[in-house]
């Protein structure tokens, strides 16, 4: 009780010295109007399930996406809709699966870390994914390019004797480049433009 009471009475400065990546700790040195900020600080990070295969009513006539690691493999699209199994309501229900909404960024936690995807459409994912729910302090394609580019910090933070794994909560510890959305959407227009160029120079040769 008094360590939530100790959280509760932080002023708005704490709270935001807490959420700020030291500067000792810091990739590189960002413009002044940007801060360095963990994952966890700025949005809800979710973790997904597996319906039992040994129930035929959790899957049979499912319409609820339902996308694993698997469905990522070779997948070069930037949003995604579904995979290649569906789930039923009460398969959703009985597992620790979870519907994640719209523009819900999607991360493959394991086998392999580094997968990245955004829901074109509400769907849920196995428990191979930490998924970044919508926030409005940046864009969904900012931060897809962000972990997509970051492979070698997320599995840092990674953990496993057989294999890796980034749990929520290291996941929370990721540091992130927060910059202005205007700024956010200058990036992203100009990592898209420079891969468009890239796909027709493939294309020409």
């Known amino acids: 009780m008094a360590r939530g009471k100790k959280k ?4 708005p400065e704490e709270r935001l010295q807490a959420a700020l990546v030291p500067e000792s700790e810091q990739s590189y040195k960002v413009p002044g109007n940007w801060c360095w900020t963990r994952l966890g600080a700025i949005t809800e990070i979710v973790g997904g399930g597996t ?84 926030a409005l302090c940046y864009l969904p394609r900012y931060l897809y390019w962000y972990l997509k580019g970051n492979k070698e910090l997320l599995e840092s933070y990674a953990s496993g004797t057989t294999f890796l794994e980034l749990s929520a909560s290291k996941a ?18 100009c990592i898209e433009s420079l891969f468009a160029k890239l796909g027709e120079a493939k294309q020409k040769a």
């Open 51 to 134: 319906p039992s295969s040994n129930t035929p009513e959790y899957y049979s006539g499912g319409t609820i996406p339902w996308i694993s690691p698997a469905d990522l493999s070779g997948y070069t699209d930037i949003y995604i809709s579904k995979g290649a199994k569906n789930i039923t309501a009460l398969g959703l229900e009985k597992s620790s699966a979870k519907m994640l909404p719209i523009n819900t960024v999607c991360l493959s936690s394991r086998a392999p870390i580094g997968y990245v995807v955004i829901a074109e459409n509400p769907l849920c994912t196995n428990q191979g994914f930490k998924s970044f729910l919508p």
């Open 8 to 11: 509760e009475t932080l002023t």
């Open 172 to 189: 929370g510890l990721v540091e992130f480049p927060l910059a202005p959305l205007a700024e956010q959407q200058r990036i992203v227009d």
